[in-house]
């Protein structure tokens, strides 16, 4: 599996701003991915972050929100903007080596928008 | 329907226990499925995959998959309170996208 890294680890961020949330992995991976976990539950996947091209969002989740960087193999990122308290989350980047089915996931970003 | 469900917990079990988790999946078209821990404030890890019907084990884990009944369980046998977690399934189609279940909670009482 990839070591991921994601920075911030936490943060707190007042209503209206914008956080921009980094991962990055040790190897060159095809296929990134963003997810969120809010309090209590399970995992719903935002997008899929696409090297050389624009991510491509899930049902309920807009670019303008959740704009996407991908600018390598290695590295993406994911700004959550003009929050609000509803954004309040843990935020995760995963990563599929190359074989096409596992995915591992980084340590996460904890949100919490006050 | 769900795409993925779990059966409902917490599950409390006693150290040395069987602990037996279950999921089931509303398309018959998934072709990987895939059981992750996820500790209190932590990432999910993955500890078990399998693809084809029947068991695979590793170490105190057996994972179990049934396509016709669109059923997968995980099973850890000789509990230890460090398998305390939430246990997530998920489930992939024949494209990239994870699925997952709500999770089951599972507390090993020493």
């Known amino acids: 599996s990839a070591v991921i890294s994601q920075k911030p680890s936490r943060d707190i961020c007042q209503r209206g701003t914008s956080l921009t949330i980094q991962c990055q992995v040790d190897s060159q991976v095809t296929m990134m991915f963003w997810y969120r976990q809010q309090p209590g539950q399970s995992l719903t996947l935002i997008a899929t972050a696409n090297q050389g091209s624009e991510a491509t969002y899930e049902s309920g989740f807009v670019i303008d929100k959740f704009p996407i960087s991908r600018p390598n193999l290695t590295f993406s990122t994911l700004t959550v903007s003009n929050m609000s308290p509803e954004d309040s989350s843990i935020y995760l980047c995963?990563?599929?080596?190359?074989?096409?089915?596992?995915?591992?996931f980084g340590p996460g970003t904890r949100l919490t928008v006050t | 329907q769900k795409e993925v469900e779990q059966n409902s917990g917490p599950l409390s079990v006693p150290e040395g226990a069987i602990a037996s988790l279950n999921c089931t999946y509303s398309?018959?078209?998934?072709?990987?499925f895939f059981w992750y821990r996820q500790y209190s404030g932590k990432s999910p890890e993955l500890i078990m995959s399998i693809y084809s019907n029947g068991d695979k084990e590793d170490g105190r884990f057996t994972a179990q998959l049934n396509k016709a009944s669109q059923y997968v369980s995980l099973l850890i046998r000789d509990s230890q309170p460090s398998d305390s977690a939430t246990y997530l399934c998920a489930v992939k189609k024949d494209d990239y996208k994870l699925s997952f279940g709500a999770g089951t909670t599972v507390t090993v009482r020493a």
């Open positions: 398309d018959r078209g998934s072709q990987s």
């Open positions: 995963s990563v599929d080596p190359g074989h096409g089915v596992e995915q591992y």
